[in-house]
Nanobody, 113 residues
Framework: VQLQASGGGLVQAGGSLRLSCAASGFMIRYYTMKWYRQAPGKQRESVATISSGSSTDYSDSVKGRFTISRDNARNAVYLQMNSLDPEDTAVYYC????????WGQGTQVTVSS
């Protein structure tokens, strides 16, 4: 059972990135999937959630700018991030509960001003 996040990088403020999370060892279609982030010196926070039925929820800090989606056929989850701000700089992790917590390795997003 594994989650592999990718797609991070360095982007200027106002830019966009698309993160991907590839799952292996289980089928994501049955599970709620989440994206978290952790900035230096801060606690890890949930930013986006997508249920097995594709209902979505977002933290107030990213609502209207980030979009979570899932492709059950590809066994993958995505996070489209637009209008990026330096405050979005963090390591981004994908997560699910099987029910045990499964975490990806994280992908670094750095937004320069």
């Amino acid at each position: 059972v594994q989650l592999q996040a990718s797609g991070g990088g360095l982007v200027q403020a106002g830019g966009s990135l698309r993160l991907s999370c590839a799952a292996s060892g289980f089928m994501i279609r049955y599970y709620t999937m989440k994206w978290y982030r952790q900035a230096p010196g801060k606690q890890r926070e949930s930013v986006a959630t997508i249920s097995s039925g594709s209902s979505t929820d977002y933290s107030d800090s990213v609502k209207g700018r980030f979009t979570i989606s899932r492709d059950n056929a590809r066994n993958a989850v995505y996070l489209q991030m637009n209008s990026l701000d330096p405050e979005d700089t963090a390591v981004y992790y994908c997560n699910t509960k099987l029910p045990r917590d499964v975490w990806g390795q994280g992908t670094q997003v750095t937004v320069s001003s």
